[in-house]
């Protein structure tokens, strides 16, 4: 399932929710006798969902769901965890290959039992596996620098310690707060006034901006921070660009094979080289040290 940045449901493992899957996939195995459990079993899911049998599409989509995941992760190890989106629960997922791939297995059931999505479910199943032999993810507690004097916002700490991401926009000016240890705090907001006439014509007003450093006593500096989003001014960090990330998700959305590996292996050069993206209102496109390569 691809998604726009930031709308991705966030996932809690727990034992809870794989003894769930688990259970669900005992009982998948009861109703439909083709799902034997083994690899293989993955090209049977297609004939599942052509013809279901009675029930509602919701329950339905649990068991297939879940005996899906649990053959994934048969083979790749993970667990299944407690999904949210936007801080409301939604169906389980399952994390694959240490928790690096995150598979909405239930969802995507439940899109293929209602026809919303078409084409095989077997395939979207062989795409996961392909999909957790690349590492798509940075482990938690990973930090991201942010470079000073990058034109695009002023990075640096105050007097108090706090590190400080700062930037004036057209419409509203923002200072977003981390500890030491780059947890996203808290963020300050003011409208952006009207440019003064002492200021270049190019660019936002930076009156507010300039008064909060003075007043905090900022030190311009680079920084370093955990991912993090901010909803109040949609800023935030992800680890790939949404192109890579929707090809990740999906490989056979790029038919072409000779060009799906170069893509899938431009999107491992770009992990490995520590590169990210801070969304910013457009996409900014950092390197391992934190400067802006491309907007």
Known sequence: MAVDHFENPTLRTSAEATARAEARAQQARARWPSLDGSLASLLEVDEVVADPGAGDPKDLARLLGSYIGEVLRAQTGGSWGEASIFGQAIEDG??????????????????????????????????????????????????????????????????DGRQVLMAAKCDITFALFFDGEGNFLNVETAPTPERPASQPTWGPSRLVLEGWQKEWGFREEAITVQKFYCCDVDVG????????????EDPKSEPDPARREEEVELAKNWLANGDFVLYFGNALWLDSDGNVTSS
């Open 94 to 159: 399952v994390q694959l290959h240490d928790g690096e791939t995150v598979y909405w297995a239930i969802m995507e059931a439940r899109q293929f039992l209602t026809k919303k999505k078409t084409g095989r479910l077997s395939a979207r199943c062989v795409d996961q596996l392909e999909r957790a032999e690349v590492t798509t993810t940075r482990p938690a507690g990973h930090l991201y620098p942010l470079g000073k004097e990058q034109g695009y916002f002023d990075a640096g700490v105050v007097t």
């Open 237 to 248: 960090i992800d680890d790939l660009p949404s192109h890579m990330e929707a090809l990740l």
